[in-house]
């Protein structure tokens, strides 16, 4: 089975309170899952490995054997494919978490998308991180 994750990840200051949003699709863009969840203090750029990792996840839970991830964060879809080497110590144990779900789902595709492709994980993030900090809004 082929998914496609869209992931956003985001901190209000950097660091500061965290938050991230996945959602998990069929190959028609039917969403099977989505996620939002508040990460306590964490950097944006964590909280983006942590969207992809949860994705990951959830694709694995779902036996996909075939998994594109959607991301918004150049650095997370340019470490995964290698074209950036992973050098802060913060992100080096999420890096080996992505490579091992990596490994045993099989095929991985990771692409870079404008926020503006990535809208419902953005949403998502920005829910997790309002409910986290205490603040409850529409949606």
Not at 100 to 127: C, M, P, T, W, Y
């Amino acid at each position: 089975m082929h998914v496609i994750i869209r992931t956003d990840g985001g901190a209000r200051g950097n660091p500061g309170p965290a938050g991230i949003g996945v959602v998990v699709e069929n190959d028609k863009g039917k969403v099977l899952e989505e996620h939002a969840k508040f990460l306590g203090v964490k950097t944006n750029n964590q909280a983006e490995y942590e969207a992809v990792i949860l994705g990951l996840q959830r694709a694995k839970h779902l036996k996909a054997d075939s998994v594109e991830v959607l991301a918004d964060s150049e650095l997370v879809v340019k470490q995964a494919t290698g074209e950036y080497k992973v050098k802060h110590v913060n992100i080096k144990p999420l890096f080996a978490q992505l490579q091992d779900l990596v490994r045993q789902i099989g095929s991985v595709k990771f692409k870079h998308v404008r926020r503006a492709e990535n809208e419902h994980a953005d949403a998502l993030s920005n829910k997790a991180m309002d409910e986290g900090s205490g603040r409850r809004e529409a949606y």
